[in-house]
């Protein structure tokens, strides 16, 4: 087989600069010598496609070599993981500290000679060396905001999760946006109710109804708002920018398909312009080209209501914002919750939502969701969920900070902290209510030889089972 020589031509830049300082000033035509085409072979070795008698078997003598030994006699497990461990409860492992986390959970598994990245064995234990009580298949439930496409401009930036990304997540999409001081996120409207929770700094909003009554308040980190869908609104950040979670209640909902005003006013005859506003023409000649979406602005007044216009017909009855920074959570052994729906905020019809925290080793009690799937963002800490599906099957997922979790509807999970600073997140449903079926609950309430007899439980366990929700439950002694 001869060896393949591949021959390039092209221009080397040293010649076109000689070529530049070579022509005589007020000369008319410019012709290249012949120079200026260098001819330029690269070596080249071995063949571009396989050869035919590789297929098969090789003759005699021709078989393959040993390969190296390839499995490490001493691999770096951590505590629980080594297959003489007798503690082993199925935990999550923490492999933080472990240069290179293994494929091994007591006697299953092996080690993994081949091409992999540490990094995301590192935060993802429980897919690396999975509990074994996973089982079957499960949609896929996690996807970081961290491998969403960041869309920047000169004044902040957005990245969204939706169908595209997580094809489980059909209910609801989540956008994280930042604009920075002053910034505007431009006037707009979309199809999809939109819920937001202010993640850091704050921002004022505006919006009008369909009746023409209008909107606006100033909303701060932990606070929400609820566009619903059509309805035009805007948002601008105040002097410390603002960064917020947007939720819609459709999973194939994108950020970049939104109503946007510059662009109708570019895409619309300015003799209509003039018409519709009756002004000249020329009114309208430093109206944007394109879409600003997000924008530098003017510093908005101090008093949101000193900047508010006074609609003749009046203000939207029901809120837009809610300002559930200012709720006390209900403190429970684990942590705390506070949930939020169309029982106190009025508007917000098609979502409802809980803020949780989960202390270390705390955990939201085993439950499902009967009216919705669940869309989860985590705000800080590190947690594992397994979600249970009929029939059979389970798979657990880890989270961490900027994480969105999906959780389909009747879907069995917990939330466990694995880490050690708190887990905060929100658990939002695509319903007006916030409804959940609570495991022990469910126990309690049924004649307890009915769980025994399913069970096989002591009296003791079914007598200590809570008749209440318990919602978070706290870290074993
Ligand atoms: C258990 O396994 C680990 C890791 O393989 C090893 O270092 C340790 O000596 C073993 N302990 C016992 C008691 O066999
Ligand atoms: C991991 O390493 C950090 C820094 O060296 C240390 O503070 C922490 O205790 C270690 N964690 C574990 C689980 O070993
Ligand atoms: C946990 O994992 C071990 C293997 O390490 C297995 O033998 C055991 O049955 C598991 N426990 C449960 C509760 O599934
Ligand atoms: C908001 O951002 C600032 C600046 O990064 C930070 O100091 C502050 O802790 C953040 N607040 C929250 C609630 O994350
Ligand atoms: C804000 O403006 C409103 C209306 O002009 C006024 O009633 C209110 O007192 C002002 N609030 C503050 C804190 O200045």
Redesign the pocket.
């Known amino acids: 087989m001869s060896s393949s020589r591949y021959v390039y031509q092209y221009l080397p830049l040293l010649c076109l600069l000689d070529l530049a300082f070579s022509i005589p000033a007020g000369t008319g035509t410019l012709t290249l010598p012949p120079s200026a085409y260098a001819t330029h072979t690269i070596p080249v070795s071995g063949a571009l496609t396989a050869t035919a008698s590789l297929a098969g078997p090789l003759p005699p003598g021709a078989s393959a070599e040993p390969t190296q030994n390839t499995i490490n006699a001493h691999p770096h497990l951590v505590p629980g993981q080594a297959s003489n461990s007798s503690a082993?409860?199925?935990q999550s492992f923490d492999f933080l500290n472990v240069t290179d986390p293994q494929p091994i959970?007591?006697?299953?598994g092996s080690n993994d000679p081949g091409p992999h990245d540490s990094a995301y064995d590192r935060q993802n234990p429980d897919t690396l060396a999975r509990?074994?009580?996973d089982e079957g298949d499960v949609q896929q439930a996690k996807w970081p905001m961290g491998l969403s496409s960041t869309r920047m401009t000169g004044a902040g930036w957005a990245r969204q999760q939706n169908v595209d990304v997580l094809p489980a997540a059909k209910q609801m999409a989540g956008v994280d946006m930042r604009l920075g001081p002053d910034a505007y996120r431009e006037l707009h409207w979309h199809s999809a109710n939109e819920w937001a929770y202010v993640l850091n700094g704050s921002a004022r909003i505006s919006a009008i109804d369909a009746q023409g009554r209008n909107f606006n308040d100033d909303v701060s980190e932990g606070d929400l708002w609820y566009f619903p869908s059509g309805l035009p609104h805007s948002i601008q950040a105040l002097e410390n920018g603002v960064e917020f979670l947007l939720v819609f209640d459709d999973g194939a909902f994108s950020e970049d398909d939104t109503f946007l005003i510059t662009e109708w006013f570019s895409h619309t005859p300015r003799e209509v312009l003039a018409k519709n506003f009756g002004v000249p023409i020329k009114a309208f000649d430093e109206v944007p080209k394109e879409q600003l979406y997000i924008f530098n602005g003017t510093p908005p007044a101090v008093n949101v209501s000193a900047d508010a216009v006074q609609s003749p017909e009046g203000t939207i009855p029901e809120p837009f914002s809610f300002h559930l920074s200012r709720q006390e959570p209900m403190v429970v052994p684990g942590g705390s919750v506070k949930v939020v729906d169309s029982g106190t905020f009025k508007a917000s019809t098609s979502i409802a939502a809980a803020v949780v925290t989960i202390k270390p080793g705390a955990m939201r009690e085993m439950h499902w969701h009967p009216n919705s799937d669940e869309w989860n963002f985590f705000i800080s800490g590190r947690a594992r969920i397994t979600v249970f599906d009929a029939p059979q099957s389970a798979r657990t997922f880890d989270y961490a900070a900027g994480d969105v979790g999906y959780i389909l509807v009747d879907q069995g999970h917990y939330i466990e902290n694995i880490g050690d600073e708190d887990v905060v997140l929100l658990e939002v449903l695509k319903a007006p209510q916030f409804e959940d079926v609570n495991l022990g609950q469910w126990m309690a309430l049924t004649p307890p030889q009915v769980v025994k007899d399913t069970l096989h439980l002591d009296n003791d366990v079914l007598s200590g089972l809570s008749r209440e929700k318990q919602y978070v439950v706290a870290a074993q002694p």
């Open positions: 082993d409860a199925n959970r007591g006697d299953m509990p074994t009580t």
